[in-house]
């Protein structure tokens, strides 16, 4: 079984030397992801609830480019830089998920690249192709 690596053309487009996902079987490890506009690379730099839905956005462009969906995910970490916003995050997560819900950690953080206050990366199953 090898590693395959994903960049994904509608997603925003790394900064830095990695891949937006790894495929190893089924499974998919999608690369943290920032408040970036995917058609402008630029950050987002808005509310914690708009830069956490622009996040989740560009999750759902790199689930679904893997072949799966909020659906499969089975783990997730959440990086904030302010635990007082640890609710508001929250509601715009949840909002994304129908239950059962995965695992997830929620770290806080003292800074995030680009100056963002949200980022999340998460594990999902690819189910097979029917």
């Known amino acids: 079984m090898g590693i395959e690596k994903l960049f994904v053309s509608g997603a925003p487009q790394p900064i830095a030397p990695f891949s937006h996902a ?8 999608i690369t943290g ?22 996040v989740m956005q560009n999750l759902a462009i790199v689930l679904e480019a893997a072949g799966t969906s909020f659906e499969h995910v089975v783990q997730s970490r959440v990086f904030i830089t302010n635990m007082g916003h640890f609710e508001e995050v929250n509601g715009v997560y ?33 189910p097979p192709v029917e």
């Open 22 to 29: 790894c495929k190893v079987g089924e499974l998919v490890f």
């Open 33 to 54: 992801q920032m408040p970036t506009v995917p058609e402008t690379n630029e950050m987002l730099l808005g509310t914690f609830t708009e830069q956490t839905h622009r």
């Open 94 to 126: 949840a909002s994304y998920f129908a239950d059962p819900l995965p695992t997830r950690t929620c770290i806080g953080v003292t800074g995030l690249a680009g100056g963002a206050d949200v980022e999340v990366d998460m594990i999902a199953w690819i």
